[in-house]
Nanobody, 127 residues
Framework: QVQLVESGGGLVQAGGSLRLSCAASGRPSSAYRTGWFRQAPGKEREFVAAIRWSVWNTYYADSVKGRFTISRDNAKNTVYLQMNSLKPEDTAVYYC????????????????????WGQGTQVTVSS
């Protein structure tokens, strides 16, 4: 059973930075890609960034390009999301999720493409 645990959320002023971590226990060999999503109150969960495990391919939502950086440490089974120049509109619960190889043809930005999800970590950006 794969378990994903997010950490690193908190309260930060606009313009500040946070680094989120997503630690996976029992990462299956079939893990293909891990992504970050976020959900603000009253809004749908949206794609933020994703990274493949076997090659260094990364993907970003337009709203975070140039401000957020996704990376991974294979030895630690951990994916990071470095968030710089944070804005109040970045306030949300951030979730990490893992996509299995069996679904590698699925769109990386869709929540339905991911099989395993963490519980989320709150990020609040004050103005």
């Amino acid at each position: 059973q794969v378990q994903l645990v997010e950490s690193g959320g908190g309260l930060v002023q606009a313009g500040g930075s946070l680094r989120l971590s997503c630690a996976a226990s029992g990462r299956p060999s079939s893990a293909y890609r891990t992504g970050w999503f976020r959900q603000a109150p009253g809004k749908e969960r949206e794609f933020v960034a994703a990274i493949r495990w076997s090659v260094w391919n990364t993907y970003y939502a337009d709203s975070v390009k140039g401000r957020f950086t996704i990376s991974r440490d294979n030895a630690k089974n951990t994916v990071y999301l470095q968030m710089n120049s944070l804005k109040p509109e970045d306030t949300a619960v951030y979730y990490c999720a893992t996509q299995e190889t069996a679904y590698s043809g699925a769109d990386y930005y869709r929540t339905s493409s991911y099989s395993y999800w963490g519980q989320g970590t709150q990020v609040t950006v004050s103005s």
